[in-house]
């Protein structure tokens, strides 16, 4: 069955730092999709990637970056010089088809806070 | 402007009135899907659609329905809403683009059922 952990429930750092968010999934597909989202304290979510599972190219996207390890079945996240902008709750999710609308279960969520 | 819309935003109603969330989209989108979200749950989908008259269920389907009569709409339906159906709905569109995908999700909408 599928499964995505993000054991990180809340992380709390200064703004400037960097911090990575964990992201482990399992699944007995050999093909699927990986994503994280976004959801600031405003409610909305918003979408930030999606990784197929046989890319594992690191993917980076000016303060963001994203790391794909199938060796560890894992799919990090990373914030370089983080901002205060950056305080949200990520969702990382898996999907074993497709695309989002496939079928998708995400992880529990991270919320993190970056303090001025 | 790019957009998911969600109609209503806000409704309480009561145990057994039917009820349906509006879902539209301006880009074209073939595939479109709705999660629900609860504190301690988190996020899960419950239906999702990939084309016109091509729906299927998520993870937690049950007490919903979903249309998809044309590219722009999936509305959701609560043929008799309980309050376990309590929730903040999000509706999504998604398109694929050189091998990448893009997602836009409306704004979401908080039913509360007595």
């Known amino acids: 069955a599928q499964k995505v952990t993000q054991a990180q429930t809340e992380i709390s750092v200064v703004e400037k730092e960097d911090v990575t968010l964990d992201c482990v999934y399992e699944t007995r597909d050999t093909t699927y999709y990986l994503f994280w989202y976004k959801q600031p304290p405003s409610g909305e979510l918003v979408f930030l990637i999606r990784r197929n599972s046989f890319d594992e190219q690191n993917e980076i996207s000016g303060r963001y970056s994203w790391n794909f390890q199938k060796s560890t079945s894992s799919f990090n996240f990373t914030i370089t010089a983080s901002q205060v902008v950056d305080s949200a709750v990520y969702f990382c999710?898996?999907?074993?088809?497709?695309?989002?609308?496939?079928?998708?279960?995400f992880g529990s969520g991270t919320r993190l806070s970056i303090r001025p | 402007e790019a957009q998911v819309t969600q109609n209503p935003r806000y409704l309480i109603t009561v145990t057994g009135k039917k009820l349906t969330v509006t879902c539209s989209q301006n880009m074209n989108h073939e595939y479109m899907s709705w999660y629900r979200q609860d504190p301690g749950l988190g996020l899960r989908q419950i239906y999702y659609s990939m084309n016109v008259e091509v729906t299927d269920k998520g993870d937690v389907p049950e007490g919903y329905k979903v249309s998809r009569k044309e590219k722009r709409n999936f509305p959701l339906i609560l043929e008799s809403p309980s309050p376990n159906q309590t929730s903040l709905y999000f509706c999504?569109?998604?398109?694929?683009?050189?091998?990448?995908?893009?997602?836009?999700f409306g704004p979401g909408t908080r039913l509360l059922v007595l």
């Open positions: 999504a569109s998604s398109y694929w683009t050189s091998g990448q995908e893009t997602q836009y």
């Open positions: 999710a898996l999907s074993e088809a497709y695309s989002s609308a496939s079928k998708i279960i």
